[in-house]
C-alpha cells in the first residue's frame, strides 16, 4: 500500500526546468512593451518565490501594479511568446517520465498544481509524452484561486476526489509559494530542493519531506 493516495506536483521547478524558458519570455515582452528591462537578478528572484505572472510583472515593474490594463497585455504577449519560443527552451527533469510512470502506475493520483497557464503545460506534457501520467491539471485560469490560497485545494480539488484524506495527499513543489499551500490547506508538503526555491527560506517553512532529485520520490510516496 502507497503511503499517499494523490501527489500535486508543482510544474515549474519540480517536474520540467523551465527557468531558461521563462526568463527569455520575461525580457522578450518587455522587449516587446518597450517598457525598461528588468535586471536578470530580478528576474530569477521572481522565478525563485514561485509567484503567478501578473504578480511576476507587477514586482518587476511597479508602474504595472496601478495600470490593470497594461498588465494584462503584458501577461497576454508572455503567454503568447511562451507558447511560441519556448518550445527549445524547455524540458522535463532527468527522471521524471519513469517517476510519474511508477507512481501513477501504482495507482497513486498525480495531479497537477501550477501558477502556468493550462494550454502551455498541456502541450508540454504532450511534447514530453507525460500526459498519460496525469490525472488532474490546475493551472492559471479565470476564476481559479492561485497557490498559495488553499481554497484551490478545498474548493477545487478535494471535491473531484471526496474520498481523499489530506493526510494522504502529498504537495510536491519547490518554492515557498508550494510550501505555504500545503500548509495553508492542511496537507504534508515534500519540498524540491533540485528546483529554483532559495534553500534558506524553503527550509525555513518546515516541509516535512526533502528531496534533492525527482528520482527520490517514489522510495518516499510509496513506502
Not at 493516495?5 to 515582452?29: E, K, M, N
Not at 528576474?43 to 505572472?53: D, P, Y
Not at 507587477?58 to 497576454?76: F, M, Q
Not at 509524452?129 to 478535494?158: N, Q, S, V, W, Y
Request: with cysteine; aromatic share 8%; hydrophobic share 40%.
Amino acid at each position: 500500500m502507497s503511503a499517499f493516495a494523490a501527489i500535486l506536483f508543482d510544474y515549474d521547478g519540480t517536474l520540467f526546468d523551465t527557468q531558461p524558458a521563462i526568463v527569455h519570455c520575461i525580457r522578450r515582452t518587455f522587449e516587446k512593451s518597450g517598457r525598461p528591462m528588468p535586471a536578470l537578478e530580478d528576474i530569477l528572484h521572481t522565478v525563485r518565490s514561485g509567484i503567478a505572472l501578473p504578480d511576476t510583472f507587477s514586482v518587476l515593474d511597479e508602474g504595472l501594479r496601478g495600470d490593470p490594463t497594461a498588465l494584462n497585455e503584458h501577461v497576454a504577449t508572455y503567454r503568447a511568446i511562451y507558447l511560441v519560443e519556448s518550445i527549445p527552451l524547455l524540458k522535463p527533469f532527468a527522471g521524471v517520465e519513469k517517476v510519474l510512470r511508477q507512481i501513477h502506475g501504482a495507482g497513486v493520483k498525480c495531479l497537477l498544481v501550477s501558477t502556468k497557464g493550462v494550454v502551455a503545460i498541456r502541450r508540454s506534457l504532450d511534447d514530453s509524452r507525460l500526459t498519460a501520467f496525469t490525472d488532474l491539471i490546475m493551472g492559471d485560469e479565470p476564476g481559479l484561486p492561485r497557490k498559495p490560497d488553499p481554497a484551490l485545494l478545498t474548493h477545487h480539488i478535494l471535491p473531484r476526489y471526496p474520498l481523499l484524506r489530506r493526510e494522504k495527499i502529498l504537495m510536491v513543489g519547490d518554492t515557498e509559494t508550494d510550501i505555504q499551500f500545503a500548509k495553508a490547506g492542511g496537507i504534508p508538503c515534500c519540498w524540491a530542493a533540485y528546483g529554483y526555491g532559495e534553500a534558506e527560506r524553503c527550509r525555513a517553512l518546515a516541509p516535512e519531506y526533502e528531496i534533492s532529485s525527482i528520482e527520490a520520490l517514489p522510495a518516499l510516496a510509496l513506502s
